[in-house]
């Protein structure tokens, strides 16, 4: 297993709610990305933060936003929710380089009803 | 843009056979790196193997090897006698090549099972 752990493991929201889900790095690591996997898809980059500040995002809503803090664990916090939006989330660290590993969490399963 | 596309959604082979999972991908940039990621039913992402676009010498780790096929943009996987434990759905993945970007493409995924 990696040293990223992702907190809560599921959960179930109501429609037009928010949500914050955690992350916490792997030991060493200070890069922290965002991705959501729809049912039987694969995983969508939505952002990644380094050192505190958001440092590139993929297409999605500014309802979607997140923090990382200085120990570089991150949230992601999703306003609004969406039918849309229940999927897995994933949350993967690294270290700020070229090509490097991306080490994942378990996910956080969202369910929005 | 970058897109990477998986075209088998589910493979089955016996325990012990070798089996090759098929990726091609698209993309104007000319260094890159390419992935097998592998997600087992726990959900978390594993790195199976990684290439690097300017190494012609494709990448092996221990029974899992690459062909990757610059020019043809090619990027398939085999799996040499294979386990049971490598039941898992397998996703081919794209970097771009500068300093501070981590994010990664990924297609759509193969599912592969391995038959006892």
């Known amino acids: 297993e990696t040293g990223v752990t992702q907190s809560p493991t599921h959960l179930i929201k109501t429609r037009g709610q928010q949500v914050t889900l955690r992350c916490s790095s792997q030991?060493?690591?200070?890069?922290v990305s965002w991705y959501q996997q729809a049912l039987g898809q694969g995983p969508q980059f939505i952002f990644q933060?380094?050192?505190?500040?958001?440092?590139g995002r993929g297409n999605f809503p500014p309802r979607f936003s997140g923090l990382q803090f200085p120990n570089y664990s991150s949230e992601l916090n999703v306003n609004a929710l969406e039918l849309d939006d229940s999927a897995l989330y994933l949350c993967?660290?690294?270290?700020?380089?070229?090509?490097?590993?991306?080490?994942f969490g378990q996910g956080t399963r969202l369910t929005v009803v | 843009a970058q897109t990477v596309t998986q075209s088998q959604p589910e493979m089955s082979v016996q325990e012990a056979e070798t089996v090759t999972l098929s990726c091609t991908y698209d993309?104007?940039?000319?260094?890159?790196?390419l992935f097998w990621y592998k997600q087992p039913p726990s959900r978390q992402m594993i790195l199976v193997i990684r290439?690097?676009?300017?190494?012609?010498q494709n990448a092996t780790e221990n029974r899992f090897s690459v062909n990757f096929q610059k020019a043809a943009k090619s990027f398939s996987l085999k799996i040499s006698d294979s386990q049971l434990g490598d039941t898992a759905m397998y996703f081919c993945?794209?970097?771009?090549?500068?300093?501070?970007?981590?994010?990664?493409?990924f297609g759509t995924g193969t599912r592969l099972t391995i038959i006892p």
């Open positions: 993945a794209f970097m771009k090549s500068f300093f501070g970007n981590e994010k990664l493409t």
């Open positions: 993967a660290s690294s270290l700020r380089g070229r090509g490097t590993e991306a080490f």
């Open positions: 993309t104007s940039e000319s260094n890159y790196y």
């Open positions: 290439q690097e676009a300017y190494k012609q």
């Open positions: 030991s060493g690591h200070n890069t």
């Open positions: 933060y380094y050192r505190e500040e958001e440092n």
